[in-house]
């Protein structure tokens, strides 16, 4: 079955680059209809979605983030990822991938990695 | 953007009961509604889609109505491992939102 796991630094200083990638296992990132997102979780708060890509490229972002967020993918590493820039502490938050099945849910999620903003 | 509002926040119960988490849309999303559950600790877990379709493997006791703007998700006979917080979610409109959730509580 399709497994994902998020990696990256756990600690990020503010003003600098946030980078997480997620490795999808047990299936192929290049499926038709499957959109490969990012979706962030303040503590102890409710579930933001950041954006989402296609295999192909296209991405779709979240307004409220979009001028510090980049997706992008790599079919060949079955791997996409997540750049966030100039953070700061009202970015540390769990960040999780998930795989959508358009038009409808997030059926499959990473376990999440944590991740502080702090000098 | 959409909004989401759930109703409760929160909300205590026993073993066996039944409870109903209502989550009302600030627009028309059809039936673009997903329900998940969230253990402490662990990432949401999708329980419907398409505010009625079961996810596989999820157990029958809990199911989805709604079309529009209000829908629902019950959970008939409350199991132990029930008791966690649930989260509605809209697929109609980027930005995709969530509800702010509702936390189940053993009463």
């Known amino acids: 079955q399709v497994q994902l796991q998020e990696s990256g630094p756990g600690l990020v200083k503010p003003s600098q680059t946030l980078s997480l990638t997620c490795t999808v296992s047990?299936?192929?990132?290049?499926?038709?209809?499957?959109?490969w997102s990012w979706i962030r979780q303040h503590p102890g708060k409710g579930l933001e979605w950041i954006g989402y890509?296609?295999?192909?490229?296209?991405?779709y972002y979240n307004p409220s983030l979009k001028s510090r967020v980049t997706i992008s993918v790599d079919t060949s590493k079955n791997q996409f990822s997540l750049k966030m820039t100039s953070v700061t502490a009202a970015d540390t938050a769990v960040y999780y991938c998930?795989?959508?099945?358009?038009?409808?849910?997030?059926?499959?999620w990473g376990q999440g990695t944590m991740v502080t903003v702090s000098s | 953007d959409i909004q989401m509002t759930q109703s409760p926040s929160s909300l205590s119960a026993s073993v066996g009961d039944r409870v109903t988490i209502t989550c009302r849309a600030s627009q028309n999303i059809d039936r673009y509604l997903n329900w998940y559950q969230q253990k402490a600790g662990k990432a949401p877990k999708l329980l419907i889609y398409?505010?009625?379709s079961l996810q596989s493997r999820v157990p029958s006791r809990f199911s989805g109505s709604g079309s529009g703007t209000d829908f629902t998700l019950t959970i008939t006979s409350l199991q132990p491992e029930d008791f966690a917080t649930y989260y509605c979610?809209?697929?109609?409109?980027?930005?995709?939102?969530f509800g702010q959730g509702t936390k189940l509580e053993i009463k």
């Open positions: 047990g299936g192929s990132i290049s499926s038709v209809g499957y959109y």
């Open positions: 398409a505010a009625s």
């Open positions: 890509i296609y295999y192909s490229g296209s991405t």
């Open positions: 998930a795989r959508k099945l358009e038009p409808h849910a997030f059926d499959i």
């Open positions: 979610q809209q697929s109609h409109s980027i930005p995709y939102t």
